[in-house]
């Protein structure tokens, strides 16, 4: 039986009560950092032969050398051949529509001159090789395959090395075949702190990458952290969040059914509903007890929602969208009449689902937007992974000689005004002419 917390805008400690709520520890009391940290020590020292260890020990996989782990082309062809043909097209689906929205998102070079002749510009390059981390723990994610590899792809990254943990020797079929869709160039068969690590740094099989991405549980989120600096890394992700808006117009079954599905994900996955009615409110609450029995994860789901779930009642949308902005949820349904009028509210939310028929597991899938999101209240300053997150900026600035007459006594005044004289200096020699 599900016991949900209930919130009710009213109460006059609502705030303290609610904010209390959303700071609740989500993650395990053990301290990993110093297990992480040995971990990297390790891979950065010895290399393949601390791989092979870790990979022995975290994944009770048997091997002798590290180019054991590596799954070679043929093989993720094999899988694409060896899946039904309902999951291949469903996947070339998936991945023509990822594809499709992702190039929409490339920046493009530009340039410009100014009146003196000075032409000022910019340079897009995508970075040189990245790495994608795929989970393989409690379930497998093809669907992660195509959303760190595809936009990595578009942006003309010439080379995607994809990690994924595979315990006691099993990789999920269409995981390999996804990787195979979306054009990954290599794979291998590591997870967890080690593979971060290995990515980061490099080892005698592993190459180094510029950027990691993709999601991870706290130990790899740890090792993400640790490694930044050496290496890029797109966030650091936490458990799964939805928060659904609803109205009186909304589907109780629809509504259960949707915070079910970020919740079968972990025990530490958060689900919001709020409301204008408590009718809605009630109903929906009902329809969860009915059908969680019916779902294979139902465990999970009712340790998630019991310990981070939970109802509010507020008066109005408006009010609804002042939460919601205050939680800056991962994913968020607007599961109202009017959801566009309900939008122009919205300021911090990683991506948003509008109307009825639009639930969260479109974009989990095959809608298209990146489903790789900011969590735990990032999205008040960060953004989905997209194409932009595989290209660098370069600045280019070409001055004529008028230019740098114009440009020098600017230059060479603050320069000054700083104590800098040699950068005065500089300046100076190219305007005294």
Known sequence: M?????????????????????TANTEHESDVSQVVRDVINQIRTDGDVALVKFTQQFDRLTCKHASELEIISAELQQALESIDDKQRVSLQQAHQRVKEYAQRQCLQSWEYTDEHG????????????VGIYVPGGTAAYPSSVLMNAVPAKVAG????????????GNINPMVLAAAAVAGVD???????????????YGTETVPAVDKIVGPGNIYVATAKRMVFGKVGIDMIAGPSEVLVICDESANPEW??????????????ARTTLISTSEDMLQKVEVAMNQLLPTLERCNIIEQAIN????????????????????VAPEH???????????????????????????PEVFGDYCAGPNHVLPTSATARFSSPLGVYDFQKRM???????????????????????????????????RGNK
Do not use: Y
Request: aromatic share 6%; proline share 3%.
């Open 186 to 200: 290599r794979v291998f068969r590591i997870g967890g702190s080690q593979a971060v690590a290995a990515l980061a």
């Open 332 to 358: 968020l349904e607007l599961s109202v009449i009017d959801p566009d009028k309900l939008l122009n509210h919205i300021q911090h939310a990683g991506a948003v689902f509008m109307g009825h028929h639009t």
């Open 395 to 429: 600045t280019v600035l070409n001055c004529s000689d008028r230019g740098a007459q114009q440009l020098s006594g600017i230059a060479s005044t603050l320069a000054h005004s700083e104590g800098l004289t040699a950068h005065a200096r500089s300046a100076e020699f």
């Open 255 to 268: 509504i259960a059914m949707d915070l079910f599905s970020q919740a079968e994900h972990d025990v530490l």
């Open 307 to 326: 310990s981070f779930g939970c109802f509010i009642k507020v008066d109005s949308l408006e009010q609804a969208a002042q939460i919601s902005n205050q």
């Open 157 to 168: 990254v010439p080379e995607v090395i994809m990690v994924a943990p595979t315990p006691d």
């Open 2 to 22: 599900l016991s949900i917390q209930r919130f009710d805008i009213q109460q006059d400690d609502f705030d303290k009560k609610f904010s209390a709520f959303l």
């Open 118 to 129: 000075t032409r000022l510009g910019q340079r897009v390059t995508p970075l040189d090789r």
